[in-house]
């Protein structure tokens, strides 16, 4: 007789129901093959967080210090494993498709909001078929101007662009600051551009070289070119002013009615987990986001660290996705 944790992944439209059938058999007392013992028991062996990028970058940092700490918090060795392409779908497609056990997690940031609006070949519905475990890390984003550009605030970017057509770096198409650009365009009338860059590290080269009249992108790589003077710094797009440069405004500072954005990351398992190892992960996740040691590693790598419960994380996510469909569709952004 088969128990929850050897169970295969099941049709998506089905698994969130047969999450919460297993459930209410564990609750309830029945027989279901020692559930319950195994649950407790849970985790019996090593966990796998694949990542979707490259090794090296700021998400590697970020899934390398929390996976540290939760192998702690959870008894058992934690391995990251890189699966980088397609803008994140391969990794992603990995964790959708494989065994709903919980010993195969993912650390995903905004893709999971963007790349279902501008990508016609996603194999996974970002969220029927992940459910979070924990909201780890943003970054905001910053938009800086190439010195010989004659503007020296966001509003005089704002006023030239309504004047005449301007380029701008982002770490590709379909990405967040691709997506933000056309929404600051849409929202001011500006003519903006997208020259999309394959990451942030090549945007910010040719930024820096004069390639592009500005760029939206991460803010962490940017800093040392803002104090350098390469870049100058015109807003920020986060909540509050960053700690990396805080003589940057903030866009919400300067335009009340523009939204805020964050690039965000966090841990996903396949939605149909058993819910007794989604509460193990989510305890121990947040067990981990909890420690001071943590937050301060995130923080010291240009990363915010606001706490969220997974419901309120998921609403974000169906939030973004929503906001980044209307820019599509009302910038008619060709889909790739």
């Given at each position: ?315 974000e996510i169906r939030a973004d996705l929503e906001r980044w469909a209307r820019v599509q569709r009302e910038a008619k952004i060709p889909k790739e």
């Amino acid at each position: 007789m088969g128990h929850v944790l050897s169970v295969r992944r099941a049709d998506p439209a089905h698994r969130p129901a047969l999450a919460r059938r297993r459930a209410t058999l564990l609750l309830a007392g029945l027989p279901f093959a020692g559930t319950a013992a195994r649950a407790q028991a849970w985790p019996e062996r090593p966990l796998k967080l694949i990542v979707p990028f490259p090794a090296g970058g700021g998400a590697d940092a970020a899934a390398r210090t929390v996976a540290e700490r939760l192998a702690a918090a959870l008894g058992q060795s934690v391995v990251v494993d890189y699966r980088p392409g397609a803008s994140g779908n391969i990794g992603a497609e990995v964790v959708a498709r494989g065994p709903a056990d919980g010993y195969t997690l993912l650390f995903a940031n905004e893709f999971l909001a963007t790349n279902p609006v501008m990508f016609t070949s996603v194999r996974y519905d970002s969220l029927r078929d992940f459910v979070p475990v924990a909201r780890v890390a943003s970054t905001p984003a910053a938009i800086a101007s190439h010195p010989s550009l004659p503007v020296k605030t966001f509003g005089d970017l704002v006023a030239l662009g309504r004047q005449r057509p301007l380029n701008y770096a982002s770490p590709g198409v379909g990405t967040g600051p691709h997506l933000y650009g056309q929404m600051i365009a849409l929202a001011t009338g500006a003519q903006f551009n997208n020259v999309p860059y394959k990451g942030s590290a090549p945007a910010t080269a040719d930024a820096i070289g004069g390639q592009v009249d500005f760029i939206i992108s991460t803010l962490a790589p940017m800093v040392q070119h803002l104090n350098s003077g390469r870049l100058r710094g015109l807003a920020v797009t986060g909540a509050r002013r960053a700690a990396l440069a805080p003589d940057v405004p903030t866009l919400v500072e300067l335009d009340p009615s523009m939204s805020r954005y964050d690039v965000w990351y966090g841990i996903f398992a396949p939605s149909a987990v058993p819910a007794p190892v989604l509460a193990r992960l989510q305890q121990a996740a947040a067990q981990v986001m909890r420690e001071p040691e943590v937050a301060a590693k995130l923080r010291a790598a240009g990363f915010d660290v606001e706490p969220s419960t997974p419901a309120e994380f998921t609403a974000e996510i169906r939030a973004d996705l929503e906001r980044w469909a209307r820019v599509q569709r009302e910038a008619k952004i060709p889909k790739e």
